[in-house]
């Protein structure tokens, strides 16, 4: 079962309850969601925006874990595949591939997305915008096993360290009150 556009647009619609200082920003893919919903097929030519979810996954010592990706060291994201029933499910699926981390949860009440950030989309996606949502999931530091294969290509880092300033500073508003 795929992630529906309907489910997006109600993610969405969750997403700017909290936050509707981003409504302007979050039209564009919102509107391409609902057209979808509606019609049930796209006719935007190829021109919709691209979604893509990831995980930040924190352990109980409030680290965030994060992925080597060529040079650099951040946060794995993918776009939802035709098994994945939600954009959450996605986020988990992306640790499960990307980092082989099995064993995660997702604080109750807090199962919306902390950021969606947006950005040009990937060369291969052409002129378009990615859509990027991001959900704070917990886990145990033991998942990383020293000397592991997946050790080697994650490491924990100081939540002051997760950049930008508005997902560090989310991040740290929803831990304390999960708390």
């Known amino acids: 079962?795929?992630?529906?556009?309907?489910?997006?647009?109600?993610?969405?619609?969750?997403?700017?309850?909290?936050?509707?200082?981003e409504t302007a920003v979050m039209t564009p893919l919102f509107d391409a969601m609902l057209d979808h919903s509606r019609l049930g097929h796209c006719f935007h030519d190829g021109n919709c925006p691209v979604v893509k979810a990831?995980?930040?996954?924190?352990?109980?010592?409030?680290?965030?874990?994060?992925?080597?990706?060529?040079?650099?060291?951040?946060?794995?994201?993918?776009?939802?595949?035709?098994?994945?029933?939600?954009?959450s499910r996605t986020a988990v699926r992306v640790l499960e591939e990307f980092a082989g981390v099995h064993d995660v949860w997702m604080i109750p009440g807090t199962e919306s997305p902390v950021?969606?950030?947006?950005?040009?989309?990937?060369?291969?996606?052409?002129?378009?915008t990615r859509?990027?949502?991001?959900?704070?999931?917990?886990?145990?530091?033991?998942?990383?096993?020293?000397?592991?294969?997946?050790a080697s290509r994650a490491r924990w880092i100081p939540l002051d360290e997760v950049g930008p300033p508005v997902l560090r500073a989310r991040l740290k508003d929803r831990l304390a009150v999960a708390r």
């Open 1 to 21: 079962m795929a992630v529906e556009e309907s489910a997006i647009v109600k993610e969405l619609n969750h997403y700017l309850l909290d936050h509707p200082d």
């Open 54 to 87: 990831g995980a930040i996954l924190i352990d109980e010592r409030g680290r965030a874990l994060a992925l080597r990706h060529e040079d650099a060291w951040g946060f794995a994201e993918d776009a939802p595949s035709a098994a994945d029933e939600s954009l």
């Open 131 to 150: 859509y990027g949502f991001r959900y704070l999931i917990r886990t145990h530091s033991s998942v990383l096993l020293p000397g592991g294969t997946v």
């Open 115 to 128: 950021l969606v950030d947006t950005s040009r989309a990937a060369p291969e996606d052409g002129p378009r």
